[in-house]
């Protein structure tokens, strides 16, 4: 009798997981994500709500429409995903923020409150070929509990670029950053992404890989703000093309910041043109850009390796510029495959171990 029932029991598990449940509206979900197929088909959020799925493990979702955010002032975010060992197929389909209705060039310093961030993922597994386009403010939010390759994925969100009768003259996106992680074991690979902040912003952690991407009209591809107690390390930033940012490399440190530690950063292989403020800048003084350094972040084996690194600057722009705390960046840094071009040189402060590259 134990095992007849132990068995009706294990084939009900298995029957529940091999289901397909379809996605048409909010309403849909909680049923939808008891199976291990879940399709999503073209449907409107209402402004306010979120679309959020808690998947089971294992699961494969695909996207066959596009979703739409209704327009509502609140927190946020649109759309959390969680699970581990996730299969997500956008194929090419559209998450659209509706950017438009929040942008006022202010983006989380002001103005109307924006949902915070657009998408917020928390799956091991794959996540791929997602288009979102118009995000209140930051984009993507990854937190992945264990090894996520994220990839083929667009984040377009060119009508910032442009003032609108909110934005005082300024770009109406703001803080619109790419990617923000606080993780490890990430890979961000073939993506293009058009925003007016951060490409990519890592906070925290370890085993980061960010190659092959594309980043337009931002703030380029950044380490930090590393705020106290955190602890970057085994980044590697490698093929990836950055077009019209402020700088095309920074690694950025909160001023005030303590205990918190910065290391094994490999750049190759990397382009960027029409750099408006800097190459690459390594600044302990954040948020001010190049003032008084903190000496609570420690930072050391930032370097460039095969293929080179070729990055122009515009004509008023730094090449280099590094601005670290006294006694903050240590060792030897190889820059040997760095090349910057155009622009003038900029500041090094309190660090001579810059070794292979002058300006």
Not at 193 to 199: K, R, T, V
Request: hydrophobic content about 35%.
């Amino acid at each position: 009798m134990w095992k007849e029932f132990l068995l009706s029991s294990l084939v009900g598990i298995q029957i529940a997981k091999a289901c397909t449940g379809t996605i048409n509206s909010l309403s849909d979900v909680s049923a939808a994500v008891e199976c291990t197929t879940v399709n999503i088909n073209g449907f409107t959020v209402p402004g306010g709500q979120a679309l959020t799925l808690d998947l089971m493990d294992g699961s494969t979702v695909n996207m066959n429409g596009d979703v739409k955010f209704g327009n509502l002032s609140w927190a946020g975010p649109l759309f959390t995903i969680s699970g581990s060992s996730i299969t997500f197929n956008g194929n090419g389909h559209i998450f659209d923020g509706g950017g438009p209705f929040y942008w006022d060039g202010l983006g989380g310093s002001g103005g109307i409150q924006k949902p915070d961030p657009m998408m917020k993922i928390r799956i091991s597994g794959t996540f791929s070929n997602v288009k979102v386009v118009n995000s209140p403010q930051r984009t993507y939010s990854v937190s992945n509990p264990d090894t996520l390759v994220m990839s083929g994925l667009t984040i377009d969100n060119s009508q910032g670029d442009l003032p609108n009768a909110q934005s005082d003259g300024r770009p109406a996106g703001h803080n619109t950053d790419g990617f923000d992680c606080s993780t490890t074991d990430l890979t961000i690979e073939n993506s293009s992404i058009h925003n007016q902040d951060d490409c990519l912003a890592i906070n925290k952690g370890s085993n980061i890989v960010f190659r092959g991407n594309t980043c337009t009209g931002g703030h380029g591809i950044s380490i930090g703000s590393i705020a106290s107690d955190a602890t970057v390390s085994g980044i590697t930033i490698s093929g990836n093309t950055v077009i019209n940012n402020d700088q095309a490399l920074r690694i950025k440190t909160q001023a005030t910041a303590t205990g918190s530690s910065v290391s094994d950063i490999t750049y190759s292989g990397n382009t960027a043109t029409g750099c408006r403020l800097f190459g690459v800048l390594i600044d302990q003084s954040y948020p001010d850009t190049l003032g008084t350094p903190g000496n609570g972040v420690k930072i050391s084996g930032i370097n460039f390796v095969s293929p080179e690194t070729t990055l122009a600057v515009d004509s008023g722009a730094d090449r280099v510029a590094v601005n670290c705390g006294v006694g903050t960046c240590t060792g030897t840094w190889n820059w040997a495959d760095l090349t910057v071009t155009g622009g003038k040189a900029g500041p090094i402060t309190n660090f001579n171990g810059i070794s292979g590259f002058s300006q």
